[in-house]
């Protein structure tokens, strides 16, 4: 079991940033991919990012060049740094694990408005 508790969410105005930390602990040495997605009220949930176990990353086209997904080397953080944040950003983000099976946080809530 790998339990995830995200952290650094809040409300920034457009154009700001902010950096995500999922914090990850329990059978680590299992996880191979792990990624942000987030959930804006009525939509479904969205892949943000992810990072394979080799460190290959994979953003969706939404925030290709302002996010950027990082991990520590022995797995137990996970990061997401947003920058030139814009309202449609807006949503639950949410921490996700696999090593087979899919493991979540339980979500930080970030808002841009001014």
């Known amino acids: 079991q790998v339990q995830l508790v995200e952290s650094g969410g809040g409300l920034v105005q457009p154009g700001g940033s902010l950096r995500l930390s999922c914090a990850a602990s329990g059978t680590i040495w299992s996880v191979n991919a792990m990624g942000w997605y987030r959930q804006a009220p009525g939509k479904q949930r969205e892949l943000v990012a992810v990072?394979?176990?080799?460190?290959?990353?994979h953003y969706a086209d939404s925030v290709k060049g302002r996010f950027t997904i990082s991990r520590d080397n022995a797995k137990t953080t996970l990061y997401l740094q947003m920058n030139s944040l814009k309202p449609e950003d807006t949503a639950v983000y949410y921490c996700?694990?696999?090593?087979?099976?899919?493991?979540w946080g339980q979500g930080t809530q970030v808002t841009v408005s001014s």
């Open positions: 990072i394979t176990g080799e460190r290959i990353t």
């Open positions: 996700n694990a696999e090593d087979g099976r899919d493991y």
